[in-house]
């Protein structure tokens, strides 16, 4: 009876670990166990098949002396600022009170629910074939047909408008943030003949600015993470030109059973996220405007 006693006193003094003990053991299981072992195999030359046999630096070496990750850049800096550039110039047409403005909040934030998905990006692959919609279009006006798939930029571009297409999420923060905004700010601007772009540039954007970084974090985190796009779209190609990292990581993995290659790319693909989210972090001091600070 004592025992019986004493067993529900621990429990009622621990009422709340034991309702936190499921998702605990979970968090442990599939997050920190997958995390540490990711680090441990990364190295080495793990082989899904053939084990290991070698232990050291040399897939951290090997990712360091390619342009893989030269790649993974140079679709951020093309994709991160073309979406935001186009989400908030959306969004600042869709502030207007403009009759049916409801219907196009609307329509432009569907592709952001679609984009994502296998069946857009083969449907976007065929947009950009050789006789496809966007080359039936070009002749139709007497010009050549552009062969996108074939050359590197033209690869790049293909799955940078499928990203940048898919500006509806980011559209809609902005929209959200800009109606934030006090209008008192715009009349008195008007009285002093401020005209649109001086007040867009000297109101708007300055008061919009932690929505902005917000954005800025987000969009980069996912930019160096794509993979439907490269994948089923240029399935890599030409020449590698569009094989990002998060390609390179599914290759190594499942397709050559280097695991521990792909372990080593993925924290590099980790370290670079982190490394350029610190650094935006850092850089807010400078050019994020916040209206609590020192009090206001």
Known sequence: MKQQKSLHKVLAENIGFVFVLPWLIGFLLFKVYPFASSLYYSFTNYDMFSGISKYGMMNYNKIFTDE???RAFKYAIFDVPLKLAFALFIAYILNFKLKGVNFFRTAYYIPS????????????????????????????????????MASDNGALAVIVLLRVWQFGSAMVIFLAALKGVS?????????????????????????ITPVIFYNLITQLCQAFQEFNGPFLVTKGG????????????????FLRHKMG??????????????ALTGIAFVSQKKWVYYSDEDGR
Do not use: H
């Open 68 to 70: 893989d990750i030269l």
């Open 113 to 148: 629910i679609l984009g994502g998905s296998i069946a857009i990006a083969i449907l976007w692959r065929a947009v950009f074939n050789t006789d496809g919609l966007i080359n039936t279009v070009i002749t139709a006006f007497g010009l050549p047909k552009i062969n996108w």
């Open 261 to 274: 290659m792909a372990s080593a790319q993925a924290w590099v693909l980790f370290i670079i996220v982190c």
């Open 238 to 253: 030409p020449n590698g030109a569009t094989t990002l990292i998060s390609v390179l990581i599914y290759n190594n993995a």
């Open 183 to 207: 209008q008192d700010l715009y009349e008195a601007a008007s009285i002093d003949g401020a005209g649109k772009w001086t007040q867009f540039f000297k109101i708007t954007v300055p008061l």
